[in-house]
């Protein structure tokens, strides 16, 4: 996809554009809603009418059905989804449309369904329950919806898994292998009760007995961000401050979560944050740009990212600039908004409507 932002925008001074911004908010009126995902940066959340983790941006996306207009800043995936619950006069647009994510190109349809080829031979519908992280492409929310599944975020996955198991014997979860495996560790499953789906390797790498024992096959995916967190960081940040608290995003790898204080959701550390006394040491597992921006709302807290060293950025989120969401509100009536296919959008919003409901 090409995408070349005009000039006239590329070159306007961060002032002019936030004035434009706030024009172009104020001419629109209540037809316009503009969400922000937590990753955003600081000058984008500040036009943000919603500001959350990409569950609460869902929930208020299907339930704002009064904006005709909704511009999401944020990757792909979550546009998409605001497309699927929004109503069929309502339109989404995505400021920049080069905003994407990695980890949701890391399930291709015609891998998910090579490797379902597999699992029906070991009960399919009947015994397995697919579950897409929602950092997922639409048509993998619609394999999900149409063989009875549902979508997960890290704020929802505790329920979504006992929504799961109490529904059926096995659970098959992608992309995210590490958010899939440190809930299920959470649920109470063992580490041999979960397997990685391998999708460059025949069987997915697992023997038949591996698959028909597991109780939950994982996809080999995983989060650039929160894999560049370890063990190490944590035992070097208790040392440096014996009385620090650590959060870190279940995204992060198990070893990872296991040593910290606490672990959940981008909302779950935003209120984890909050909760903790001033004078606090507060280290986080987690994009850079929420932290950066927990640091200015707590400047009585001494808060700084887990590593020290790799800033971890998510490229993708960073790409949406005032640049862009100025252009964006100023001419969408010239600009693709975010479509998904009919026949696709059916099961999906099936699966993100279950999502909703199991909380």
């Known amino acids: ?10 070159i306007s001074a961060p ?16 037809s316009a809603f503009i969400l922000a995902h937590h990753y955003q940066r600081a000058e984008i959340v500040e036009f943000g009418d919603a500001v959350g983790d990409s569950f609460a941006l869902s929930k208020i996306a299907a339930e704002n ?16 989804a605001a497309e699927i619950l929004s109503t069929d006069k309502q339109t989404v647009f995505l400021p920049n449309p080069l905003a994407g994510c990695p980890m949701a190109d890391m399930a291709e ?39 009875g599944g549902l979508i997960c975020t890290s704020s929802n996955a505790d329920a979504v898994y006992k929504y799961g198991f109490s529904n059926r014997e096995k659970l ?34 697992l023997t038949n007995e591996q698959l028909d024992k597991a109780k939950i096959i ?26 620090v608290k ?13 040593e910290a204080d606490a672990f959940g959701s981008t909302s779950f550390i935003v209120n984890f944050v909050e909760k903790q006394p001033p004078g606090s040491n507060i280290a986080i597992g987690t994009e850079i740009n929420l932290i950066n921006r927990l640091g200015m709302l707590y400047p009585d807290k001494n808060i700084f990212e887990l590593s020290g060293t ?27 908004p975010i479509q998904v296919p009919e026949d696709v959008k059916v099961n999906a919003r099936i699966a993100l409507e279950r999502m909703l409901a199991v909380h």
């Open 65 to 80: 059905a009064n904006a005709e207009y909704i511009f999401f800043c944020g990757v792909h995936f979550m546009a998409e």
């Open 310 to 336: 790799t800033c971890p950025v998510c490229a993708n989120m960073y790409r949406t600039t005032i640049n862009d969401l100025a252009y964006c509100l100023e001419n969408f009536k010239d600009i693709k």
């Open 1 to 10: 996809m090409y995408f070349a932002l005009p000039e006239e925008y590329r």
């Open 109 to 147: 349809m015609d891998d998910v369904l090579l490797a379902w080829e597999t699992l029906e031979n070991f009960g399919g519908d009947k015994k397995i329950m697919p579950v897409s992280y929602m950092n997922s492409t639409a048509a993998l929310k619609g394999f999900t919806g149409e063989h």
């Open 172 to 205: 098959f979860f992608f992309p995210d292998q590490h958010l899939g495996y440190n809930t299920g560790i959470k649920y109470g499953l063992k580490p041999e009760d979960m397997v990685v789906w391998d999708f460059s390797l025949d069987n997915g790498g």
């Open 246 to 258: 650590i959060v870190v995003h279940p995204e992060c790898p198990h070893e990872v979560v296991k």
């Open 218 to 243: 994982l996809w080999k995916g995983h989060c650039h961000v929160h894999t560049n967190f370890t063990a190490k960081h944590i035992e070097e940040t208790r040392m440096k401050f014996p009385d």
């Open 15 to 30: 002032d002019e554009l936030k004035n434009r911004i706030k024009e172009a908010k104020t001419k629109l009126g209540n």
